[in-house]
Nanobody
Framework: QVQLVESGGGLVQAGGSLRLSCLAS????????MGWFRQAPGLEREFVAG????????NYIDSVKGRFTISRDNAKNTVDLEMNSLKPEETAVYYC????????????????????WGQGTQVTVSS
């Protein structure tokens, strides 16, 4: 089992930047592909970005491509999400998720594919 703790959320003006971090502990985190999701009030949780076990491949929803960057440091057991040019409609609780996998190239973008979740961190973008 792995435990995930997000940090780095907060209040930022439209056009600003935030860097979220997810610290994984417990079972060897390098066995997990990782993802970031977000959930705005009244809406379903949606996939934002994913990264393979090694960090060699990433994927994003179209709306954040070119603005968000997911990365991981397996030595530190962290996965970060750098968010630039933030928009008010991106106000949401952001969640880190882990998917146990033996594959090194697999990416996952569906909630049901992930095995573990953090508690989330609030990101508020003011207009």
């Amino acid at each position: 089992q792995v435990q995930l703790v997000e940090s780095g959320g907060g209040l930022v003006q439209a056009g600003g930047s935030l860097r979220l971090s997810c610290l994984a502990s417990g079972r060897t985190s390098t066995m997990y592909a990782m993802g970031w999701f977000r959930q705005a009030p009244g809406l379903e949780r949606e996939f934002v970005a994913g990264i393979t076990r090694t960090g060699a491949r990433t994927n994003y929803i179209d709306s954040v491509k070119g603005r968000f960057t997911i990365s991981r440091d397996n030595a530190k057991n962290t996965v970060d999400l750098e968010m630039n040019s933030l928009k008010p409609e991106e106000t949401a609780v952001y969640y880190c998720a882990a998917k146990l996998t033996f594959g090194t190239t697999a990416l996952y973008n569906r909630m049901r594919e992930y095995d573990y979740w953090g508690q989330g961190t609030q990101v508020t973008v003011s207009s």
